[in-house]
């Protein structure tokens, strides 16, 4: 499973984290199927449930990302921070299997698109064009 490439038409934005638009409800994607994913809900006693999409020209889907963190990694200005570690990019520094890539400096972006290409899931869309949907969200 991929990100919609249309998720900003399909989906609702339901509220700002880190000062990016989050839409939703999501689905159960990808990491759903993930053993490490799996493992770590378990672990934490919580079940798998849709987290949506996190950001709007820089768009990660949650619910497909595994925690792999290739785009941390990858990305020349530093756009993402682990969700649950709050201030670290590191590619091994996810809290858990948890965690997610979060687009924490969206507005740093430079189109690269390096993080689409590193994305193991498909999980992240980059559109340029969508600053304008992101600019005109009211929330
Ligand atoms: S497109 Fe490039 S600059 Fe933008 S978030 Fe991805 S890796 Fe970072």
Partial sequence: MAIDE?????????????????????????AAEDPNVKAAYEKAGKPIEPLGIHGTYV???????????SCLSVCPTTVF????????????DRLDYTDKSDPTREADCIFCMACVTACPTQAIKIDEALVEVHNNVKL
């Avoid at 768009?59 to 792999?68: K, M």
């Fill in 6 to 30: 249309e998720f900003y038409k399909n989906l609702k934005p339901i509220e700002k984290h880190n000062d990016h638009v989050v839409w939703g409800p999501g689905k159960i994607g990808a």
């Fill in 59 to 69: 768009a990660v889907d949650w619910d497909d990302c595994e925690g792999e963190g």
């Fill in 81 to 92: 921070d682990w969700a649950k570690n709050p201030g670290n990019s590191g590619q091994d």
